[in-house]
């Protein structure tokens, strides 16, 4: 027997300190014109020094659990999608579940970038829908300000944290998941990533000195593919779902540059008014732009029960990701 699968619950965590386009002007040359034409931020959320991935992936959990009237005991599985872990063992889900008390969850985490929220939505569905599984919790959750380089202006000005959770259950007929695809192409690897740290280039004296453990990205590359498989995927599922542009009532793309999301939403003939950005005041957190964006959406009610929401993103590796759903 099939289950129908939606998400029941959202939350959200963002960091209190805010960095400023003026405040980079002071440590990095750049300016708050060059920024804002650029990328179309203006702000930031940066998490202090004391505060890890897991401290806002246990508020978004807890915030999420609330609302959708679940206990932390009931969840079957804990998904965490980041590329900046606690640390390299264990998974943060493991650390997150442990906090949060969910003793009869399985924990583990997926690293797919900007796209990871899609993948861990992609598998909680697979879950839920065939019946092993009847309630998971999906976070997306980031803590980029760490593996950035502060006196890089090509990167220092994206990149920011927060988390996003959703939780993952049966819901009733005719709404939940309609459509859904993920993506990779491997050969785009070296346009978005961090050389160093990893057992090919393990962390060492050296890697410190030249900074390849940071965020490296070759910006122009990555906006073609970015808009071109966005656009794409986005298409697919709602072809796939028997619905087109026009039909919906949301696109809440992944937060990577307002450029790309404008590229986006011209490809799929739709304006401002239905593609939804937040960028300007919170930033790119990667994986916890698309659950961020969902909850703010849900709260301000500008969705609620029976919208049809597309989510789309685009991260590093290369990865990329659609899902069509009715709340």
């Given at each position: 027997?099939?289950?129908?699968?939606?998400?029941?619950?959202?939350?959200?965590?963002?960091?209190?300190?805010?960095?400023?386009?003026?405040?980079?002007?002071?440590?990095?040359?750049?300016?708050?014109?060059?920024?804002?034409?650029?990328t179309?931020?203006?702000?930031?959320?940066i998490?202090?020094?004391?505060?890890?991935?897991?401290?806002?992936?246990?508020?978004?959990?807890?915030?999420?659990?609330?609302?959708?009237?679940?206990?932390a005991?009931?969840?079957?599985?804990?998904?965490?999608?980041?590329?900046?872990?606690?640390?390299?063992?264990?998974?943060?889900?493991?650390?997150?579940?442990?906090?949060?008390?969910?003793?009869n969850?399985?924990?583990?985490?997926?690293?797919?970038?900007?796209?990871?929220?899609?993948?861990?939505?992609?598998?909680?569905?697979?879950?839920?829908?065939?019946?092993?599984?009847?309630?998971?919790?999906?976070i997306?959750?980031?803590?980029?300000s760490?593996?950035?380089d502060?006196?890089?202006?090509?990167?220092?000005?994206?990149?920011a944290?927060?988390?996003?959770?959703?939780?993952?259950?049966?819901?009733?007929?005719?709404?939940?998941?309609?459509?859904?695809?993920?993506?990779?192409?491997?050969n785009?690897?070296?346009?978005?990533?961090?050389?160093?740290?990893g057992?090919r280039?393990?962390?060492?004296?050296?890697?410190?000195?030249?900074?390849?453990?940071y965020i490296?990205?070759?910006?122009?590359?990555?906006?073609?593919?970015?808009?071109?498989?966005?656009?794409?995927?986005?298409?697919?599922?709602?072809?796939?779902?028997?619905?087109?542009?026009e039909?919906?009532?949301?696109?809440?793309?992944?937060?990577?540059?307002?450029?790309?999301?404008?590229?986006?939403?011209?490809?799929l003939?739709?304006?401002?008014?239905?593609?939804?950005?937040?960028?300007?005041?919170?930033?790119?957190?990667?994986?916890?732009?698309?659950?961020?964006?969902?909850?703010?959406?849900?709260?301000?009610?500008?969705?609620?029960?029976?919208?049809?929401?597309?989510?789309?993103?685009?991260?590093?590796?290369?990865?990329?990701?659609?899902?069509?759903?009715?709340?």
């Open positions: 027997m099939a289950f129908n699968a939606g998400i029941i619950g959202t939350g959200a965590a963002l960091p209190d300190n805010i960095v400023t386009n003026f405040d980079l002007e002071k440590i990095v040359d750049t300016s708050d014109e060059w920024i804002r034409s650029r179309g931020i203006r702000q930031r959320t998490a202090r020094p004391d505060e890890c991935n897991s401290t806002f992936a246990i508020r978004a959990g807890c915030e999420a659990l609330e609302r959708s009237g679940v206990g005991d009931e969840l079957d599985m804990l998904i965490c999608a980041t590329v900046t872990p606690d640390m390299p063992l264990p998974a943060t889900a493991c650390l997150i579940q442990a906090e949060l008390g969910a003793s969850a399985a924990a583990f985490d997926i690293s797919a970038a900007c796209s990871g929220f899609i993948y861990g939505l992609s598998v909680a569905e697979k879950f839920v829908r065939d019946g092993s599984s009847e309630k998971i919790l999906v997306g959750s980031e803590l980029l760490k593996w950035t502060w006196t890089d202006r090509a990167t220092c000005v994206l990149f944290d927060g988390a996003g959770a959703a939780v993952v259950g049966r819901v009733p007929e005719g709404r939940g998941f309609l459509a859904s695809t993920i993506g990779s192409d491997g785009f690897a070296d346009v978005l990533n961090v050389p160093a740290g057992t280039e393990p962390f060492s004296e050296a890697v410190l000195a030249s900074g390849r453990h490296k990205m070759r910006g122009n590359e990555l906006f073609k593919v970015a808009v071109r498989a966005m656009a794409d995927s986005s298409k697919q599922v709602l072809k796939e779902a028997g619905y087109g542009p039909d919906l009532d949301l696109v809440i793309p992944h937060q990577a540059n307002q450029r790309i999301t404008d590229g986006v939403a011209q490809r003939g739709l304006g401002p008014d239905v593609v939804y950005s937040n960028i300007d005041r919170i930033g790119n957190s990667s994986s916890a732009t698309i659950p961020i964006g969902l909850h703010e959406n849900l709260l301000s009610g500008r969705i609620g029960e029976g919208s049809l929401v597309l989510l789309t993103a685009f991260g590093g590796g290369v990865t990329w990701g659609a899902m069509l759903l009715r709340l």
